[in-house]
């Protein structure tokens, strides 16, 4: 079986202020991949980044960063200088190749308020 | 291209009644999946479909049913709709089923037993 866990139901900041979202994951496969969705108040989800268990490099997308660590099985997302715009709820998922076939698990989901 | 239509986009039901959930994509895509959004537990699978003819369950199946007649179509149906149903429904289509590529999510139903 596959699990994600987000262990910060709900983060608030200010703006301006930098803020990291955990994700860690278990998995037993091999080969596994891992996404970050960001919901808006709107309530879509859209899909942000996806790494696979083969490239631990990080990556950084304008304000956004993401760490990969498999030696501690997270999968971290890093907001730098946040906007009220960054407000929504953030999500961790995980699929895994072997044993979890086409399933995607995801995390509880983080909300991530972003004041003014 | 509309992506992921998902309809309707709301529906208030009574206890008892039956109700169909449409799911349609329009980019040729494999997988189609079907999820529920309850607040504090993410996500959840409810059925999956890895091609037109094909699909199972996923996590949360019972009170359910699916059926895959084209690659386009992916309907969810509630047989007897029960106050636990009450959530934010979620459809979503991936390229294949196989891989890592993202899945695209529609706009979600927001579905209510009364």
């Known amino acids: 079986a596959q699990k994600v866990t987000q262990a910060q139901t709900e983060i608030s900041v200010v703006e301006k202020e930098d803020v990291t979202l955990d994700c860690v994951y278990e998995t037993r496969d091999t080969t596994y991949y891992l996404f970050w969705y960001k919901q808006p108040p709107s309530g879509e989800l859209v899909f942000l980044i996806r790494r696979n268990s083969f490239d631990e490099q990080n990556e950084i997308s304008g304000r956004y960063s993401w760490n990969f660590q498999k030696s501690t099985s997270s999968f971290n997302f890093t907001i730098t200088a946040s906007q009220v715009v960054d407000s929504a709820v953030y999500f961790c998922?995980?699929?895994?190749?072997?044993?979890?076939?086409?399933?995607?698990?995801f995390g509880e989901g983080t909300q991530l308020t972003v004041n003014p | 291209n509309a992506g992921v239509t998902q309809t309707p986009k709301f529906q208030v039901l009574k206890t008892g009644q039956s109700m169909t959930l449409q799911c349609a994509q329009d980019?040729?895509?494999?997988?189609m999946s079907w999820y529920r959004q309850d607040p504090g537990m993410g996500l959840r699978l409810i059925h999956y479909s890895v091609g037109a003819g094909i699909t199972d369950q996923g996590e949360v199946p019972n009170g359910y049913n699916v059926s895959r007649s084209t690659t386009e179509d992916f309907p969810l149906r509630l047989l007897s709709a029960a106050p636990s149903q009450t959530s934010v429904y979620f459809c979503?289509?991936?390229?294949?089923?196989?891989?890592?590529?993202?899945?695209?999510f529609g706009d979600g139903t927001r579905l209510s037993i009364l």
């Open positions: 980019m040729n895509h494999e997988y």
């Open positions: 998922a995980l699929k895994g190749e072997e044993t979890s076939g086409s399933r995607l698990t």
């Open positions: 979503a289509s991936q390229r294949v089923w196989t891989g890592g590529q993202p899945q695209h």
